[in-house]
């Protein structure tokens, strides 16, 4: 009778025993669970987020990338007319020493100016807006593929670099940067023509110009798509027209000491 009562008190303690064990392992397997699905969520938001954010930026430069290329002469106007407008600007705080001109890079070194001509502003965005803009717009992507193709090859590349700075750039580009801030300072076309050969003559003009744009154009022609070439000239424009602008503001402190 003992011996059975004792049987029976053993398979309850390990039928106890099991139970306990089996539901702490239940419990346990739970609780995995909830953090696991606790962390899920986690995971998606932070996913989702980040597909997100792909997603705007991609929308960003695709709405960037098609107002250039369904208004290419608005773009080009308003690109080129503010990076003129900025880098006449940071000409204008800048001004020479009383000593010759030091070039680092095709980049004159200049001191702080005083005042800041707004007119003298106006002519270099409007040179900037009409002429780099809307006009190389006209020249570059519509009459170039005309008169030379629109193949990428080095000799159409340079056939295009070659008339670009032997025709366009004396002839065309230079002059009417002249002509623009003649009209805006009111004086004569003749006096605008005999600043730019003073400045061709005396100054290095058109090498500077070529020193910088003949590797520029070869990037522009034969890398650049078509519908972004006006802004890339206008990027490495900013470090140009800091040239420019400073070559016509010395030569104004010269005939005013004068």
Request: charged content about 20%.
């Amino acid at each position: 009778m003992l011996r059975k009562y004792l049987s029976l008190r053993n398979a309850s303690l390990v039928a106890a025993v099991f139970f306990e064990q089996t539901n702490a392992f239940q419990m346990k397997s739970a609780f995995l669970h909830m953090n696991t699905r606790g962390l899920h969520p986690q995971k998606k938001s932070s996913s989702l987020q980040m597909a997100l954010d792909a997603d705007d930026v991609t929308n960003t430069v695709s709405a960037i990338s098609n107002f250039y290329e369904t208004s290419p002469f608005l773009s080009a106007f308003l690109t080129c007319g503010a990076k003129a407008s900025a880098a006449d600007f940071v000409a204008q705080k800048r001004t020479d020493d009383g000593e010759e001109n030091k070039v680092v890079s095709d980049i004159a070194i200049l001191k702080e100016k005083k005042n800041f001509e707004g007119s003298r502003n106006l002519a270099f965005l409007l040179y900037g807006g009409l002429y780099q803009g809307m006009a190389q717009e006209l020249i570059y992507n519509h009459f170039f593929p005309i008169w030379f193709g629109q193949s990428t090859e080095l000799s159409t590349v340079a056939t295009k670099v070659s008339f670009d700075m032997l025709i366009l750039t004396p002839f065309l580009c230079l002059p009417i940067a002249y002509f623009v801030k003649a009209i805006i300072f009111r004086y004569s076309m003749g006096e605008a023509l005999e600043r730019y050969w003073y400045d061709v003559q005396n100054k290095g003009l058109i090498l500077k110009y070529w020193s910088l744009w003949c590797p520029v154009q070869f990037l522009t022609f034969g890398i650049i798509p078509p519908h972004f070439r006006i802004a890339f000239i206008a990027f490495i424009s900013l470090f140009w027209l800091i040239i420019l602008s400073s070559i016509s503001a010395r030569q104004e402190d010269i005939e005013q000491e004068a």
